[in-house]
């Protein structure tokens, strides 16, 4: 199925962390270090935060304060009324690489993955763990032997469900009351866990790269696949039922608009540093899909 595909905002460096929010759909720059907000159409672009220290992921507690992770000091920033950041928590003590993306339950607690180990140098692989950071801000390691936990969604039934971009996998979790997480399986397989830690050879094996997603009222997934240049459509079990090349690399997406069926999508040539930092060539591009949005973010 082949899907118009519309550009709405330019010249961004990258883009990560989209969500729709208060009629708006917000995301992350990574290399300007800033958070923006726009209309859906990509017009009214406001700039809602600077982050010094690299803004990723983003998620609003119930009273309304805007989270947002600050990827290269670990720390979690909470917005207040003035528009002033706070630390939220500091998570520096639990990481082996740079904090990455989150989910917020209705409840005010944080989900949030990381790196696990120094990606921009070629590292090899270390599997991380999946924190949980409470309104109160205190920090508690919910998992762990997570290839890369990223991209989250909560399902309506309160499942958790962690893409795991080197993994071929997104991993789920029952979420307990109390915010402990049970019952991990496979929600979806795309291949088998890569036999070698070595990034380069890791990459050869991995199929899809589950980055940036949500969730769409028929229960299936929208997963940016970060080494393949779309964005795709998962039902439970690993099954693709459509995808959408926008014909560049993607790495996040988002169902919103007014009738949750606007496909938010982050776009840029590739997830190499220092080729973003110095160019202003991701963009967010939009199509319009069948199923609305639902879950959380």
């Known amino acids: 199925m082949s899907r118009e595909i519309s550009t709405i905002v330019t010249g961004m460096s990258y883009?990560?962390?989209?969500?729709?929010?208060?009629?708006?759909?917000?995301?992350?720059?990574?290399?300007?270090?800033?958070?923006?907000s726009a209309a859906e159409d990509g017009s009214d672009l406001r700039t809602e935060a600077e982050v010094p220290q690299q803004p990723s992921g983003l998620g609003w507690?119930?009273?309304?304060?805007?989270l947002i992770?600050?990827?290269?000091?670990?720390?979690?920033?909470?917005?207040?009324?003035?528009?002033?950041?706070?630390?939220?928590?500091?998570?520096?003590?639990?990481?082996?690489?740079?904090?990455?993306?989150?989910?917020?339950?209705?409840q005010g607690r944080v989900f949030v993955g990381e790196f696990g180990f120094d990606l921009m140098s070629g590292a090899d692989l270390t599997p991380a763990g999946l924190l949980r950071v409470d309104p109160d801000g205190t920090v508690t390691q919910v998992?762990?032997?997570?290839?890369?936990?990223?991209?989250?969604?909560?399902?309506?039934?309160?499942?958790?469900?962690?893409?795991?971009?080197?993994?071929?996998?997104?991993?789920?979790?029952?979420?307990?009351?109390?915010?402990?997480?049970?019952?991990?399986r496979t929600w979806a397989k795309f291949g088998e866990l890569p036999s070698d830690r070595e990034?380069?050879?890791?990459?050869?094996?991995?199929?899809?790269?589950?980055?940036?997603?949500?969730?769409?009222?028929?229960g299936a997934m929208w997963i940016a696949d970060g080494l393949n240049g779309r964005v795709i459509r998962v039902r439970q079990?690993?099954?693709?039922?459509?995808?959408?090349?926008?014909?560049?690399?993607?790495?996040?997406?988002?169902?919103?608009?007014?009738?949750?069926?606007t496909l938010f999508i982050c776009t840029a040539p590739d997830f190499q540093e220092e080729a973003r930092k110095n160019a202003r060539e991701a963009n967010l591009v939009a199509a319009r899909v069948d199923t609305p949005r639902a879950g959380l973010p």
Request: proline fraction near 3%; charged fraction near 25%.
């Open 15 to 36: 883009l990560e962390g989209p969500r729709w929010h208060d009629q708006r759909i917000w995301f992350s720059d990574f290399y300007t270090g800033r958070v923006y």
């Open 61 to 66: 507690l119930p009273d309304g304060r805007l």
């Open 69 to 106: 992770v600050s990827m290269r000091d670990g720390r979690l920033l909470r917005r207040e009324a003035d528009g002033t950041l706070a630390c939220h928590a500091d998570l520096s003590g639990y990481l082996g690489g740079h904090l990455n993306d989150m989910v917020v339950d209705a």
């Open 143 to 184: 998992a762990e032997d997570l290839w890369f936990p990223n991209g989250s969604v909560i399902t309506e039934d309160g499942t958790l469900l962690v893409d795991e971009t080197f993994g071929n996998r997104v991993t789920a979790f029952d979420i307990a009351a109390d915010g402990t997480l049970a019952n991990r």
């Open 199 to 218: 990034l380069g050879k890791m990459l050869g094996q991995v199929v899809v790269a589950p980055d940036g997603c949500c969730l769409d009222a028929d």
């Open 237 to 261: 079990g690993g099954e693709i039922a459509e995808e959408i090349q926008p014909g560049t690399g993607v790495f996040a997406c988002m169902l919103g608009g007014a009738d949750g069926r």
